[in-house]
């Protein structure tokens, strides 16, 4: 079973820093583009970053821009949101996604991704 799997979120302050992670079980993600969706109450969902599967592409959109950065670490199946400088505006549930020979154009919107975390809750309060 394929399988992506979400951790690290919780309630920070802002100005704070998370780092998210998503393993996946039931393949490798050599081949994969990846990438984190999160989900605000009432908003529409939003691509916020993601790495092609050849690593030549990364992506951020302008609402986390230096101050998000994504990485991957292919041995252990896993990769990450390294999150900081975290706003109220970020708190949302935020979903891991994985595509076999997927693209990360720089409109992230418009990627396709075939797999998806439960989603995890970050909540950014004080």
């Known amino acids: 079973q394929l399988q992506l799997v979400e951790s690290g979120g919780g309630l920070v302050q802002p100005g704070g820093s998370l780092t998210l992670s998503c393993a996946a079980s039931g393949f490798t993600l050599d081949y994969y583009s990846i990438g984190w969706y999160r989900q605000a109450p009432g908003k529409e969902r939003e691509g916020i970053s993601c790495i092609s599967s050849s690593g030549s592409s990364t992506n951020y959109a302008d609402t986390v821009k230096g101050r998000f950065t994504i990485s991957r670490d292919n041995a252990k199946n896993t990769f990450f949101l390294q999150m900081n400088s975290l706003k109220p505006e970020d708190t949302g549930v935020y979903y891991c996604?994985?595509?076999?020979?997927?693209?990360?154009?720089?409109?992230?919107?418009?990627?396709?991704?075939?797999?998806w975390g439960q989603g995890t809750q970050v909540t950014v309060s004080s």
């Open positions: 996604v994985a595509e076999y020979l997927g693209g990360c154009p720089l409109q992230i919107a418009l990627a396709t991704f075939d797999y």
